[in-house]
């Protein structure tokens, strides 16, 4: 039977080499912290940016959003009478 076993450790080497010399397979997954959440979500920002598609795509939706905004000025400016 396999089980499960959730050790958290700053300092992990020990146990990873200890794992390695009994030939135990082993996966290590990072502990989820507020900082390592924001830090990756840094990082997939900085990624989304160098996507030039997507950057495409947000200047035409600017640029939609942009002519509606001048639209309803127009509109706005139509019923003042002052």
């Given at each position: 039977m396999k089980e499960l076993i959730i050790i958290r450790t700053?300092?992990?080497?020990?146990?990873?080499?200890?794992?390695?010399?009994?030939?135990?397979?082993?996966e290590v997954y990072p502990y989820d912290t507020k900082q390592a959440r924001r830090e990756r979500w840094l990082k997939d920002i900085e990624l989304a940016n160098k996507d030039e598609k997507r950057n495409k795509e947000i200047a035409e939706?600017?640029?939609?959003?942009?002519?509606?905004?001048?639209?309803?000025?127009?509109?706005?400016?139509?019923?003042?009478?002052s």
């Open positions: 700053e300092n992990s080497q020990e146990l990873k080499t200890f794992l390695q010399q009994k030939h135990i397979d082993y939706w600017d640029k939609i959003q942009e002519q509606d905004d001048a639209e309803e000025l127009a509109k706005e400016d139509e019923w003042n009478f």
